[in-house]
């Protein structure tokens, strides 16, 4: 039998396993923002520099989909209600970050982590597949920063690529080798404690 974490869908199923659902994505979306308050403001870009992305790599590589989705989804609404959960910006918290520069990343994340834990579930889990979804991920949380910000700033194809994607490949490729790494080294610890 799978020891997968998953995300059970009926009413009848054990309080046991909802509390671990909710404690799951309750961790895990304070991992994030935890992660998120690690960033570096770039003076030639709206957009900083976060750790942010690695927990949705990281964790879309540990969790199932529907848990990696619900994760972010969370952690989506605790940022827009106004919790200290975003990278520290000049904005207003709450909506304004998912209103913002920065909210293609933002809005992101659940899509990224879910076709990231989709494309690992799907592979022998070697580091190879884990740094080939997460680099899938990566991709996704890239491209559709880059697109708000094109709708957002109404600028041209080659200055969003320098304001919003460029400045981020070199620490997203060390994002997705150390959340591969960390991943396919936590499989086997996780079967010897198990």
Do not use: N
């Not at 972010?72 to 998912?98: D, I």
């Not at 690992?120 to 949380?141: E, M, Q």
């Not at 910000?149 to 690529?161: I, K, N, R, Y």
């Amino acid at each position: 039998m799978s020891k997968e974490l998953s995300f059970p869908l009926a009413p009848t199923a054990a309080p046991a396993v909802w509390l671990r659902t909710a404690g799951i994505v309750i961790l895990g979306s304070v991992f994030a923002a935890v992660c998120a308050r690690v960033s570096v403001p770039l003076f030639f870009t709206p957009v900083p520099l976060s750790l942010a992305p690695f927990a949705v790599l990281l964790l879309g590589l540990l969790l199932t989909p529907r848990l990696a989705t619900a994760t972010f989804a969370a952690y989506l609404v605790e940022g827009a209600v106004g919790l200290p959960v975003f990278a520290p910006t000049p904005l207003v918290p709450g909506l304004a970050h998912l209103l913002g520069p920065t909210g293609g990343y933002l809005l992101a994340y659940p899509l990224a982590a879910l076709l990231i834990s989709f494309l690992y579930r799907r592979t022998r889990h070697s580091f190879t597949a884990a740094t080939l979804s997460a680099t899938a991920g990566s991709l996704v949380i890239l491209a559709c920063g880059a697109l708000w910000l094109a709708v957002l700033t109404h600028a041209s194809a080659q200055s969003v690529f320098t304001l919003a994607v460029l400045p981020f490949l070199p620490a997203d490729v060390l994002k997705i080798a150390a959340a591969a790494a960390l991943a396919t080294g936590f499989r086997p610890l996780r079967r010897r404690t198990a």
